[in-house]
């Protein structure tokens, strides 16, 4: 990242405040019944979801802050379940070809 003040404890933190405030808005506008375990479930799983936007500092690691930021947001808003089935959907087709490699 350019800006060299942000430290890694900053930068955990933030990304995951983005995905526990998303998540506590999906709540709030969802039809289920507001409960303590709702809220604070949901919570745990957003923070955690955009948390994976750290793993753009692996691949670019000048990217901006602004930009990770934007990663977060995406990933706290599409969720969970829609990350599990893309990484799932990668893996099988990871898998099957190195099946396919293996048999040749």
């Not at 990484?87 to 048999?103: A, C, D, F, W």
Request: no cysteine.
């Amino acid at each position: 990242m350019p800006n060299g003040e942000t430290s890694f404890i900053r930068i955990v933190l933030m990304l995951g405040g983005i995905g526990a405030v998303i998540s506590l808005a999906k709540v709030l506008v969802g039809n289920e019944a507001i409960t303590l375990r709702l809220i604070v479930g949901r919570t745990i799983l957003g923070s955690g979801t955009s948390l994976l936007a750290g793993m753009a500092l692996i691949h670019f690691p000048d990217i901006h802050i602004l930009a990770l930021v934007g990663v977060a947001a995406a990933l706290g808003i599409m969720g969970s379940s829609v990350i599990e089935m893309a990484l799932t959907r990668l893996l099988t087709r990871y898998l099957g070809r190195l099946k396919k490699g293996s048999e040749s």
